[in-house]
């Protein structure tokens, strides 16, 4: 005889509907977190708009003299005023170039000592000191080029001064190192042992496998980490506010005081300008080329891993 099957209790009902229920909860909460990351993401971005045009629209700016001019005195008296703002990127490009010099091959060597040289023991005691150097406060280190690095400096490069964007550099590349050596970290191992044992059965020795091998295999992920360490050393600010200075200078001299465009930010938002003034909207103006140069840097990390991603199966 066949038998019946048994229906469910009404115990087991509740408990399905309350399961249900919860997940339900859990989802919108999910949802809504999401929600509160993209409205603010469109929220900075209309501020920063917005302000922009405003700020653009002053018959006292021209978008030729934002781009093309050479002074950037938005602070100073309606007569003396300037709005190039060559100096503020000529400040930060040297500053985030001396800082890439420093960082990537670091960042790269201690990933690929870390992946492929070194002792599990030894592995597990340089990991955490990464990550602390990675939790170092930029103030902190903003103050050490200041009042270490710099005069150490001055001993060695005449013509140094008191602020300069080399030791901001200096500092500032060790400040990416652990994002260069994480990421890296991270695709180096996932690349599969059996093409290190295949290419060590065809007589490779170890660097060889490491430079024609390894590291071809985990070159989006590489890439992608000097991209976005890149992207925060040209929005790190206390360093070079500390350290760089705030005299917007065109030039290429490490030796001379600048300013980059986060440092006039702070200079600009600790200062006294009225809410709506230009000098205020300056500010924003100069917020949103800094969005820019920083969005086009991860869209293209976004590319490069994706044109370079290796998939192993």
């Given at each position: 005889?066949?038998?019946?099957r048994?229906?469910?209790?009404?115990?087991?009902?509740?408990?399905?509907?309350?399961?249900?229920?919860?997940?339900?909860?859990?989802?919108?909460?999910?949802?809504?977190?999401?929600?509160?990351?993209?409205?603010?993401?469109?929220?900075?971005?209309?501020?920063l708009?917005?302000?922009?045009?405003?700020?653009?629209?002053?018959?006292?700016?021209?978008?030729?003299?934002?781009?093309?001019?050479?002074?950037?005195?938005p602070?100073?008296?309606?007569?003396?005023?300037?709005?190039?703002?060559?100096?503020?990127?000529?400040?930060?490009?040297?500053?985030?170039?001396?800082?890439?010099?420093?960082?990537?091959?670091?960042?790269?060597?201690?990933?690929?000592?870390?992946?492929?040289?070194?002792?599990?023991r030894?592995?597990?005691?340089?990991?955490?000191?990464?990550?602390?150097?990675?939790?170092?406060?930029?103030?902190?280190?903003?103050?050490?080029?200041?009042?270490?690095?710099?005069?150490?400096?001055?001993?060695?490069?005449?013509?140094?001064?008191?602020?300069?964007?080399l030791?901001?550099?200096?500092?500032?590349?060790?400040?990416?190192?652990?994002?260069?050596?994480?990421?890296?970290?991270?695709?180096?191992?996932?690349?599969?042992?059996?093409?290190?044992?295949?290419?060590?059965?065809?007589?490779?020795?170890?660097?060889?496998?490491?430079?024609?091998?390894?590291?071809?295999?985990?070159?989006?992920?590489?890439?992608?980490?000097?991209?976005?360490?890149?992207?925060?050393?040209?929005?790190?600010?206390?360093?070079?506010?500390?350290?760089?200075?705030?005299?917007?200078?065109?030039?290429?001299?490490?030796?001379?005081?600048?300013?980059?465009?986060?440092?006039?930010?702070?200079?600009?938002?600790?200062?006294?300008?009225?809410?709506?003034?230009?000098?205020?909207?300056?500010?924003?103006?100069?917020g949103?080329?800094?969005?820019?140069?920083?969005?086009?840097?991860?869209?293209?990390?976004?590319?490069?891993?994706?044109?370079?991603?290796?998939?192993?199966?």
């Open positions: 005889m066949l038998e019946r048994a229906e469910p209790g009404t115990h087991e009902l509740l408990r399905k509907n309350h399961g249900s229920r919860n997940e339900a909860v859990v989802a919108g909460l999910l949802f809504a977190c999401a929600g509160v990351s993209v409205l603010t993401t469109a929220a900075v971005i209309v501020v708009a917005s302000e922009t045009v405003a700020f653009f629209a002053d018959p006292a700016v021209t978008v030729r003299e934002f781009f093309t001019g050479r002074q950037w005195t602070l100073f008296a309606e007569a003396q005023r300037s709005f190039g703002i060559a100096p503020l990127l000529s400040g930060t490009l040297l500053v985030t170039g001396i800082a890439l010099i420093i960082g990537l091959p670091l960042g790269l060597g201690a990933a690929i000592f870390l992946s492929e040289f070194s002792s599990e030894l592995r597990r005691s340089l990991l955490p000191a990464l990550e602390l150097l990675a939790g170092i406060p930029t103030v902190v280190l903003g103050y050490f080029a200041l009042l270490s690095v710099t005069p150490f400096l001055q001993t060695l490069i005449p013509g140094l001064k008191l602020f300069n964007p030791s901001a550099g200096l500092v500032m590349g060790f400040m990416i190192l652990p994002t260069v050596a994480s990421i890296s970290f991270d695709a180096l191992r996932a690349v599969p042992t059996s093409l290190r044992e295949a290419a060590f059965g065809l007589g490779a020795l170890p660097a060889e496998v490491v430079i024609r091998v390894v590291v071809p295999a985990a070159l989006s992920g590489i890439v992608a980490s000097f991209i976005l360490a890149m992207s925060r050393a040209i929005g790190e600010t206390m360093i070079v506010t500390l350290a760089a200075g705030q005299r917007p200078t065109l030039t290429l001299d490490p030796r001379q005081t600048i300013a980059t465009m986060t440092s006039f930010i702070v200079q600009a938002a600790t200062g006294d300008q009225p809410a709506g003034s230009l000098a205020s909207r300056a500010l924003f103006a100069v949103a080329t800094l969005f820019v140069m920083t969005l086009a840097l991860n869209v293209l990390s976004q590319r490069v891993v994706r044109r370079f991603r290796e998939s192993y199966e």
